[in-house]
């Protein structure tokens, strides 16, 4: 190979490195930008055809700003809340709910919706604070899973020995997957934080965790 030959060679493989690195900053930012603009639009869509006008800015500033749709979403949501700490409001609530709990259909999802928010909204940060690896699908193959909570209730009841309820993620859509029952015992914790394990779940073991330091016992 001429050194002609070799500098071109070269001068792609920078060109490519460059594009590469370039791409690795840029996609995430671009994709960020974009899921938080479909996301605020979404909800404008939904919230501003039910605002009366003049309460709209682009009434009087003759253009739109986006985002107005999620200040009152957010308006809304805190005058229910205040709404719902009286008696009155409460009573309010439980008749409009009452009416889903009776509907054949609407009651199962709504129900089940609900005790999906009340978990997230009383546990706040507490959700999956762990990472663990477990053995599945048999023996001897493990794979990652976040740590919900100790196995309660009836589950509980059926076991002899200290159970934790984990949820094991699909790759790479972290957001389906498996929820397992598994012993205490049996459970792998790591140090990883669960979103480094999320970043390891998404990119399907390309994208590894920086070893922490041994923590002094």
């Known amino acids: 190979m001429t050194n002609e030959v070799k500098k071109k060679v070269g001068l792609f493989n920078r060109l490519r490195t460059y594009f590469l690195t370039g791409l690795v900053i840029a996609a995430p930012i671009a994709i960020t930008i974009w ?10 869509n939904w919230i501003l055809p039910i605002i009366p006008k ?37 009573t309010l609530v439980n008749i409009g709910t009452g009416w889903l709990e009776k509907m054949p259909v609407v009651r199962t999802m709504y129900k089940a ?8 909204a009383s546990q706040g ?3 999956f604070k762990q990472v663990v690896l477990v053995e599945y699908p ?6 990652i899973a976040f740590v919900a909570t100790d196995t309660k209730g009836e589950v509980r ?24 029952f598994v012993p205490r015992k049996d459970v792998k914790v790591l140090d990883m934080t669960v979103e480094d394990g999320a970043k390891l779940v998404i990119s ?13 016992k």
């Open 125 to 127: 940060e507490s959700n």
């Open 54 to 90: 003049t309460y709209l800015p682009e009434t009087y500033l003759k253009f739109s700003i986006p985002g107005i749709g999620v200040v009152f979403a957010v308006i809304g949501l805190v005058l229910l809340g205040a709404l719902t700490a009286n008696l009155f409001g409460r």
């Open 204 to 216: 399907a073991g390309l994208v590894n965790p920086e070893v922490l330091p041994i923590k002094d």
């Open 138 to 143: 048999r023996k001897g193959i493990f794979a």
């Open 157 to 180: 009841r059926n076991f002899d020995e200290p159970m934790v309820s984990v949820f094991l993620p699909t790759t790479p859509n972290p957001t389906s997957g498996f929820l397992l």
């Open 113 to 120: 919706l609900k005790q999906i928010f009340e978990t997230v």
């Open 35 to 44: 899921a938080t603009l479909w996301v605020i639009g979404l909800i404008d």
